[in-house]
């Protein structure tokens, strides 16, 4: 599978349970997260998707993270979950993908950042994007809500950071949380009504 040249594209959302603006995304990430810890909910959908053979397009993926303080010093819990709609050939195919096994970006968080891999789950994922308010649910494992902050200009859209060094793009709408909720892979957290930080962007990664 690491052999197989791959492409997948699409959209991602995201929460963490630092307050907003998360200082990662603008310490290239250096800087302290405002918790002990930083978790960090990531969920993707693939508008486009191939790997070698096997179409990967119109499935969900979902990646969580837990580091320490700094998040640029490793030591992360890294952990999956794959649409449970993906049939064998698909889940094979996308497991080594976001596992890292067939490089990419994830092959590079995985390689410098994570020292706890605690493996993939297949459960349905579902991936709301309304205009400004976005929502990821994984039954038994996470949710979490997030909304745009819009600009003052009027004009719909929200504020964005740019050239920024996050694995989704380098521009990132910014967002806040309604909700953020974790129960699996040995990790829990509740938030619920602080408005912790959210993004939300396209995704492009290739291998």
Not at 7 to 22: A, P, R, V
Not at 23 to 44: F, K, M, R
Not at 136 to 144: K, M, N, R, Y
Request: glycine content about 12%; aromatic content about 8%; hydrophobic content about 35%.
């Amino acid at each position: 599978m690491a052999g197989k040249n791959w492409t997948i594209s699409g959209e991602y959302i995201e929460s963490c349970n630092c307050e907003y603006l998360c200082p990662c995304i603008y310490t290239n990430p250096q800087g302290e997260a405002t918790d002990e810890h930083c978790v960090s909910l990531q969920a993707y959908r693939l508008d486009k998707g191939q790997c070698g053979d096997v179409d990967l397009t119109g499935l969900r993926f979902a990646l969580i993270i837990r580091s320490g303080r700094v998040m640029a010093d490793g030591g992360w819990v890294f952990a999956h979950v794959i649409d449970e709609s993906a049939d064998e050939a698909q889940r094979a195919a996308l497991g080594a993908i976001i596992s890292g096994e067939a490089g990419g970006i994830p092959g590079r968080i995985r390689d410098n950042l994570v020292s706890d891999y605690r493996g993939i789950q297949f459960k349905p994922i579902k991936f709301v994007k309304d205009g400004l308010h976005h929502e990821v649910d994984i039954p038994g494992v996470l949710s979490f809500e997030v909304d745009g902050v819009p600009s003052r200009n009027g004009n719909g859209e929200p504020f964005y950071l740019d050239n920024t060094a996050h694995p989704a793009n380098t521009r990132l709408a910014l967002a806040r949380s309604s909700h953020l909720r974790i129960d699996g892979f040995g990790l829990e957290l509740s938030m619920s009504g602080v408005g912790n930080n959210g993004h939300f962007a396209p995704f492009s990664w290739t291998g």
